[in-house]
């Protein structure tokens, strides 16, 4: 399977994006999902992850109530959608998979996900 995560900008703080990633190659459906970031200088990090079938989400703390984590299994396709932005979300996002088939728990280790692709970059100006 190959991911491409896409959506990022150059937003204002305060301003919200909307993050796409799209699966090739195989379907994604049975799968828990998961966004990730990486700014300038640091580790990847966990954002948000959605269960296969969509029933259970999770999110680091400093994105709970601003971020929203969803898929489209018939599109083969997950979402982020970034609200109220701050500089500190400025980073490379990118969009992974927990190749355990039909996983009930979100896990937030990067080396839990595979298919990384390319990330999408996100710019928040003060």
């Known amino acids: 399977v190959q991911l491409q995560a896409s959506g990022g900008g150059l937003v204002q703080a305060g301003g919200s994006l909307r993050l796409s990633c799209a699966a090739s190659?195989?379907?994604?459906?049975?799968?828990?999902m998961g966004w990730f970031r990486q700014a300038p200088g640091k580790e990847r990090e966990f954002v948000a992850g959605?269960?296969?079938?969509?029933?259970?989400?999770a999110y680091v703390d400093s994105v709970k109530g601003r971020f929203t984590i969803s898929r489209d299994n018939t599109k083969n396709a997950v979402y982020l959608q970034m609200n109220s932005l701050k500089p500190e979300d400025t980073a490379v996002y990118y969009c992974?998979?927990?190749?355990?088939?039909?996983?009930?728990?979100?896990?937030?280790?990067?080396?839990?996900?595979?298919?990384w692709g390319q990330g999408t970059l996100v710019t928040v100006s003060s």
């Open positions: 992974g998979r927990d190749p355990t088939f039909r996983r009930e728990v979100i896990r937030t280790n990067t080396y839990n996900y595979d298919a």
């Open positions: 190659g195989r379907m994604v459906s049975d799968y828990a």
């Open positions: 959605v269960t296969w079938n969509g029933g259970s989400t």
